[in-house]
């Protein structure tokens, strides 16, 4: 190659953040939380779908500006709560222009212990009101960089890493934007190892063009999270795509939902596919800027778990579901068709 051409050349990988760490898969094995990377037997009892905080409804921004003391204030005490349960980790899955804070992420983790996962990737449900303008413009390969840039350098330049891909696409037959935000997830998940969990809903056709993308761009069903899978009509669906690997995350758990999660895990446990189902509330504890009841995370020690004791299920099964799962679902490890 000629010197002007390997110059070129260089600086292009270097505007995509490549130069950045010499080795992208440098994690892989390890979890990836906002203050570090810790070994996946430390990660304890996991919720693998909440938002500390968030600005759902709100107009898209990145960075949002919270009045960050008062919202540690108002969260710590719902994290020291779960923490007392037993919890030692959990997932947040705000992304970014959806209220995103990594700092914020990062105190709350250091004051209650609990180790905190952010993430990388942009919301493409809610019809597509938190995908920045870029997105619509770039090529797959340059939306994948700027994620890439977040892996490498660390978000906004706070040198916190993700430790997950969020995307989200809307119901139905996947549109251009959702299709390209799946493409470029499945890109960074080869160079890195990062996880995709998808807010994808009751849309089994919209799940199933995704593992297919997934497999054209060669990389495996267990690289990826059906998000809010409780909420599909049947069962079916998701034995379907736990066979094949994915990941099934009944997430969105309250009290009154008992009987559906028993269900569920019913099935799963009786189809022997126990070992691909994650469990959290997708609660929020500073919905909307504060303008908005928080919804906390002890519900599913205190409601669900008895009642799967009292329903048959033993306790190393429980274990599976908020310890084992999680862990293997959250490892950083490239997962390809290869």
Not at 139 to 155: F, H, N, Q, V, Y
Not at 279 to 284: A, I, M, P, R, T
Request: hydrophobic share 45%.
């Amino acid at each position: 190659m000629h010197r002007r051409a390997f110059l070129t050349t260089a600086a292009t990988l270097a505007a995509a953040g490549c130069f950045t760490r010499p080795n992208p898969l440098a994690e892989s094995g390890r979890i990836m939380t906002v203050r570090g990377p810790i070994d996946p037997a430390v990660m304890g009892r996991t919720l693998t779908h909440e938002h500390l905080f968030s600005i759902f409804g709100l107009d898209p921004a990145e960075p949002f500006r919270y009045d960050r003391p008062v919202v540690r204030d108002a969260v710590l005490p719902h994290l020291q709560a779960v923490h007392a349960l037993g919890v030692h980790t959990i997932v947040d899955a705000t992304a970014a222009y959806f209220g995103r804070d990594a700092v914020l992420l990062k105190q709350l983790s250091e004051a209650s212990g609990l180790h905190l996962i952010t993430n990388t990737g942009y919301y493409g449900a809610a019809n597509d009101r938190y995908v920045p303008g870029h997105a619509f413009e770039d090529s797959i390969d340059g939306l994948a960089a700027r994620w890439m840039r977040e892996w490498t350098s660390g978000i906004a330049g706070t040198g916190i890493r993700p430790g997950f891909i969020k995307l989200g696409v809307d119901r139905g037959p996947l549109s251009a934007i959702d299709r390209k935000l799946v493409q470029a997830g499945a890109r960074v998940h080869r160079r890195t190892g990062l996880t995709l969990a998808v807010h994808t809903g009751d849309s089994v056709e919209a799940a199933r063009q995704q593992l297919d993308l997934l497999r054209s761009e060669g990389v495996d069903a267990s690289a990826w999270i059906w998000v809010h899978a409780h909420s599909v009509a049947t069962t079916d669906p998701l034995l379907e795509a736990a066979d094949a690997g994915a990941w099934i995350s009944l997430d969105g758990y309250r009290p009154d939902r008992t009987p559906l999660f028993l269900e569920r895990l019913g099935a799963f446990r009786a189809a022997g596919l126990l070992g691909r189902v994650l469990l959290s509330h997708d609660g929020n504890t500073y919905p909307r800027n504060g303008s908005a009841e928080p919804r906390p995370f002890t519900a599913l020690f205190t409601d669900l778990l008895p009642a799967l004791l009292e329903h048959g299920f033993a306790p190393a099964e429980i274990d599976r579901l908020t310890i084992e799962n999680p862990a293997r679902a959250f490892t950083v490890q490239v997962r390809t068709t290869d």
